[in-house]
């Protein structure tokens, strides 16, 4: 059991041998105590953690966001919106990553922002051609149709149509492969 006023190496020590669910359920319950800032934040990405290996990325995502907001230093802000932008791309939820973006780039300054902007685009070509791989085309489409709609480079932009008149083909999308076909 969790308590109040232990070490982060106690509180490792006592989740190691448990599951996931008991881990979460441990830290959740050890969030509602008070605690001190960098104690809530190191429980937070603690249970991120676990979320994320039980494949709840939704959730995951949600306490990278609770763990930027008692972050104090900027880029560790941006770093826990960029992972949460990330498990939202991964779960397939592309509006709360672009709301994550945002919340990234309000923290960041202008050399940061292109940086963040790099980091998404290649979170979700990542995520595409794992969708490939796993032969899960349909996926793929709306991550690569999100690409287009983030502005690419002419050269990037020409590379996403051919992988999406491929993808169009194969799912039987004839009206899709025809319009993109015009453009």
């Not at 070509?125 to 899960?136: H, I, N, R, V």
Request: cysteine-free; overall charge positive; aromatic content about 8%.
């Amino acid at each position: 059991m969790l308590k109040t006023g232990m070490s982060k190496s106690e509180i490792e020590d006592v989740l190691k041998d448990k599951g996931n669910f008991v881990k979460a359920n441990e830290l959740n319950e050890f969030l509602k105590n008070p605690l001190t800032m960098e104690m809530k934040k190191f429980a937070l990405l603690k249970l991120a953690e676990v979320y994320e290996q039980m494949r709840m990325l939704k959730e995951a995502a949600k306490t990278h966001d609770s763990a930027a907001i008692v972050s104090i230093a900027f880029s560790e802000k941006i770093k826990h919106f960029l992972k949460e932008a990330e498990l939202y791309i991964r779960a397939g939820e592309f509006d709360r990553a672009g709301s994550a973006r945002k919340k990234a780039m309000a923290e960041a300054n202008s050399e940061q922002r292109e940086e963040i902007g790099a980091t998404i685009k290649n979170i979700y070509l990542q995520q595409a051609e794992k969708y490939e791989k796993e032969d899960k085309r349909a996926h793929a489409v709306r991550v690569y149709e999100k690409l287009l709609e983030m502005n690419p480079g002419e050269t990037e932009r020409k590379w996403i149509k051919e992988k999406l008149l491929v993808l169009y083909d194969k799912l039987g999308r004839r009206k899709e492969f025809l319009d993109l076909e015009r453009n």
